[in-house]
């Protein structure tokens, strides 16, 4: 369900980006739609009080502030998503961001950075981590002409901010519980989107018509579920599995979106699938399972 919704959140943002001619814009209409589903969570007493005895560690020092700053992170992410995805298709974004994903979440397991269980670097986790390199190595010769290296960097560096963001995440969860967690990600996130929007605004950025279609301020909720499932599950699965794991979704609903989308840069060809494949066996491998 993560991984379903992360793939429609990043398609969703990256439609409004193109309708507005701004990635940036995007995120921030993300961030708050997601704010504003998150803050129902005060309603419930019990998120209240968890609310305060988190405020109460952070003013005491028992809990650093710096682990409260996952939702920095996440601006990163769905900003690159925003600004990325109508370039170079949600299929390719995904494989590269997963594979990305693989290569920082094995470390930050590896010393259990998020707060769950340290898992040690096995042979097979290794391999899925080289399978993710190879799918994105495979996925890119289904490209059409020249290669966008630029914006395939770009998405590795959001990978890199999705695995610090679900690590914070984690430790907050820990703290307080997943509900404050997911509430706190996003005010942080628009407070770094909102900055980069204003270095923006003073070079006389200009934006588009606001586009009348609903469904495009709708990432807001989907980035929502995304965070709550991440903070809800990742003590346990750990960060790598979690990622890998909601990959299955992603890739799925990714090839789903370009076929019903087309993308002008990039083809859905056996390149791509066979991509996907791989990273599905990824998938199977990171977990351990025997």
Known sequence: ???????????????????????????????????????????????????????????????AKWQLLGGVAGGVYISTASSTVSIIGTGLFTVVLVASQNVSGIVVDKF???????KRITVRRSIAVLLGIAAVLLSVSDFKGEILWIPIAAVVVAGLAVTVQFALNGRVTNASNSQVSTFINFPMSMIAVSMALLVMNLFGKNWSTWP?????????????????LAAATIRTLGVLLFGLASVAGQLITSIALDVIL????????????????????AVYLASDLR
Not at 39 to 55: A, C, D, M, S, T
Not at 112 to 118: D, H, P, R
Not at 212 to 228: E, K, T
Request: proline share 2%; charged share 10%.
């Open 1 to 63: 369900m993560a991984g379903i919704a992360a793939t429609l959140q990043a398609s969703v943002s990256g439609q409004l980006a193109h309708e507005l001619n701004d990635g940036i814009m995007a995120a921030l209409i993300s961030n708050i739609g997601g704010a504003i589903c998150t803050g129902l969570f005060l309603l419930n007493p019990e998120v209240r009080k968890k609310g305060k005895q988190l405020y109460k560690a952070v003013i005491s020092g028992k809990f």
């Open 262 to 281: 087309p993308n002008a840069n990039i083809n859905v060809g056996w390149a791509l699938i066979s991509g996907a494949g791989l990273m599905l066996l």
């Open 212 to 228: 009348s279609q609903w469904w495009l301020y709708s990432a807001g909720l989907l980035g929502a579920v995304v965070v709550f």
């Open 112 to 118: 259990g950075f998020s707060s769950g269980t340290k």
